[in-house]
């Protein structure tokens, strides 16, 4: 009666060892893509990113490493020392 039953409901009907059993585990899971926890396990970076920039250009974000490209850039600038591309540089000469 016990085999009969281990059938009808999808359980292991033979007595296994444990490695098969952690097999039968596996597949008896739900697969992995349909994890909610798993599918949302990284943060959104290109959302957050655009969001953060959004906001800094409205005032209401700092973000300090940009700001000092920007001030680097703008020191290169009044230097002189301006990188331009190859290309715009050749159409500018010709």
Do not use: C
Request: proline share 3%.
């Amino acid at each position: 009666m016990k085999h009969l039953s281990n059938r009808i409901f999808g359980e292991v009907a033979t007595p296994t060892n444990s490695k098969s059993m952690k097999v039968v585990k596996i597949f008896s899971a739900r697969p992995l893509h349909t994890n909610e926890e798993i599918i949302h396990y990284y943060p959104r970076h290109v959302e957050t990113g655009k969001l953060m920039m959004n906001l800094r250009s409205y005032g209401l974000f700092r973000d300090e490493h940009q700001d000092f490209k920007e001030e680097m850039k703008r020191l290169r600038e009044l230097r002189g020392k301006v990188k331009v591309w190859r290309r715009l540089q050749n159409k500018k000469t010709e």
